[in-house]
């Protein structure tokens, strides 16, 4: 079973700021399957990221994804008030589809 | 629009059993693999199952903490799946989400399920 950790736990942030989310895989495994969401107090997640690159639909261009290896990026390049939200990595390859344990970004 | 809609959840023993149902719309439920994911209160996701439609046979994949208990299923003709929880534990409260497969672009509201004595 792949364990994914994300870093740092909280980040704390000013509207405007660029965030840098990590997630690290425990071993190798393939980009194609590595999704990010993010998911706002009382409400369902939604999906950002799916492929570790690719946007869902109707999501913003300053969230960008990227992969190395086994380390995994989520970036959010100017952070604006609805950005504020637990963001969780997970990845889909092969069941169990596990998440990572999330990195709630907060305003500062 | 797809939509998606838990009921079932709801207050029970440990060791005791609740279905949670999903009623869908807006997609080609015939072909659509579904999922369920919990979340315990203030804590994060955890994908709990996933059944493949039936030209796959609807066979299914469960986590393994609920593996042996759980049972997810699908009535085509309702479009409706759902998750027959047995042998019910205090870890298992928690929101029950139902989903489109993974990755996971649409989600119902969620319904609750605490189990405590």
């Known amino acids: 079973e792949i364990v994914l950790t994300q870093s740092p736990g909280t980040l704390s942030l000013s509207p405007g700021e660029r965030a840098t989310l990590s997630c690290r895989a425990s071993?190798?495994?393939?980009?194609?399957?590595l999704a990010w969401y993010h998911q706002k107090p009382g409400q369902a997640p939604r999906l950002l990221i799916y492929?570790?690159?690719n946007r869902a639909t109707g999501i913003p261009d300053r969230f960008s994804g990227s992969a190395s290896g086994t380390d995994f990026t989520l970036t959010i390049s100017r952070l604006e008030p609805e950005d504020f939200a637990v963001y969780y990595c997970?990845?889909?390859?092969?069941?169990?589809?596990?998440f990572g344990p999330g990195t709630k970004v907060e305003i500062k | 629009e797809v939509q998606l809609v838990e009921s079932g959840g709801g207050l029970v023993k440990p060791g005791g059993s609740l279905r949670l149902s999903c009623v869908t719309s807006?997609?080609?439920?015939?072909?659509?693999?579904m999922s369920w994911v919990r979340q315990a209160p203030g804590k994060g996701l955890e994908w709990v199952a996933r059944?493949?439609?039936?030209?796959?046979?609807?066979?299914?994949d469960y986590a393994p903490p609920v593996k042996g208990r759980f049972t997810i299923s699908r009535d085509d003709s309702k479009m409706t799946f759902y998750l027959q929880m047995n042998s019910l534990r205090i870890e298992d409260t928690g929101v029950y989400y139902c989903?489109?497969?993974?990755?996971?672009?649409?989600w119902g509201q969620g319904t609750l399920v605490t189990v405590s004595s």
């Open positions: 989903s489109t497969d993974v990755p996971v672009t649409d």
């Open positions: 807006g997609l080609t439920f015939s072909k659509a693999w």
């Open positions: 059944i493949r439609d039936m030209t796959r046979g609807g066979t299914t």
């Open positions: 071993q190798s495994v393939s980009a194609d399957y």
């Open positions: 492929a570790a690159s």
């Open positions: 997970q990845y889909y390859a092969i069941s169990p589809f596990t």
